[in-house]
């Protein structure tokens, strides 16, 4: 199998090592920066490019989508019209505009798309979602979820404020993290509605948002 990874930062290094590791022999590496390219290229010992169009020129089988927020559903469909298979880093989108041609896309070409929203995985969750579906709490009427992180700690070897989670152009910001949703979704099923709030407290020196509460009722009637 022939892999192409769009994004060689911290997650796609992370997934071109373990498919080295997993025995995959012919691995490509993306990405706008010579620095990054030229540390794929030491470490993987794979081919590099410095565009998306170049990769797909060495017709890759999968293509792993682990740019910044902003360029994943472009990525993903210029992939997908080349035929060729996706991993597809969260969130799949920062806007719904344009998603329904990517669905169309993959069910046309028969690709196989996942998105990288890893939770479900978790032993942890796995455990959750067993007890929940076992049905030994009950009817779940209510869930709370608290999550937070200190962004200076995610990259430590770069500054924080340069990092696409920071910046609005590259769709950052805590709500497109998207993990809570997406294990919500899991555990207790489409979400029917959602308010919320973001805001700006200044904690960081960010231009998206630092903080976030959604309030979200479920199908099943769970608040
Ligand atoms: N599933 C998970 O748990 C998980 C974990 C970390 C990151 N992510 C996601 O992966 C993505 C990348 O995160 P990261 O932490 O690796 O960021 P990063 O900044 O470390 O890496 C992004 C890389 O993409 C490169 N890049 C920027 N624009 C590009 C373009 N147009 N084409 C090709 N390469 C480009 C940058 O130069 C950089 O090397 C984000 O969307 C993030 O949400 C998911």
């Known amino acids: 199998?022939?892999?192409?990874?769009?994004?060689?930062?911290?997650?796609?290094?992370?997934?071109?090592?373990?498919?080295?590791?997993?025995?995959?022999?012919?691995?490509?590496?993306?990405?706008?920066?010579?620095?990054?390219?030229?540390?794929?290229?030491?470490?993987?010992?794979?081919?590099?490019?410095?565009?998306?169009?170049?990769?797909?020129?060495?017709?890759?089988?999968?293509?792993?989508?682990?740019?910044?927020?902003?360029?994943?559903?472009?990525?993903?469909?210029?992939s997908a019209r080349n035929g060729c298979h996706l991993f597809i880093e969260k969130p799949v989108s920062h806007t719904l505009e344009g998603l329904d041609d990517l669905i169309t896309l993959v069910d046309e070409k028969s690709l196989f798309a996942h998105i990288g929203s890893k939770w479900k995985f978790h032993p942890a969750f796995k455990t959750m979602k067993k007890i929940i579906n076992e049905g030994s709490l009950g009817k779940i009427t209510g869930a709370q979820v608290i999550a937070g992180q200190w962004?200076?700690?995610?990259?430590?070897?770069?500054?924080?404020?340069?990092?696409?989670?920071?910046?609005?152009?590259?769709a950052g910001g805590i709500v497109l993290d998207s993990h809570e949703f997406d294990y919500l979704t899991w555990l207790l099923g489409p979400i029917s509605k959602v308010s919320g709030y973001t805001a700006h407290t200044g904690a960081l020196d960010i231009e998206t948002e630092d903080i976030a509460v959604a309030c979200m009722q479920f199908e099943s009637g769970v608040l």
């Not at 199998?1 to 911290?10: F, H």
């Not at 796609?12 to 022999?25: Q, Y």
């Open 151 to 170: 962004l200076p700690d995610w990259h430590p070897w770069e500054d924080y404020r340069n990092m696409y989670s920071a910046k609005k152009d590259q």
């Open 1 to 78: 199998m022939k892999i192409l990874v769009v994004g060689l930062g911290s997650i796609g290094m992370r997934h071109a090592r373990n498919f080295k590791t997993l025995g995959v022999e012919q691995l490509i590496g993306c990405d706008l920066l010579e620095e990054r390219r030229q540390k794929f290229s030491s470490e993987i010992n794979g081919d590099i490019v410095s565009t998306l169009e170049k990769g797909l020129y060495k017709k890759p089988d999968l293509v792993v989508v682990a740019s910044p927020n902003r360029f994943h559903l472009e990525q993903a469909k210029t």
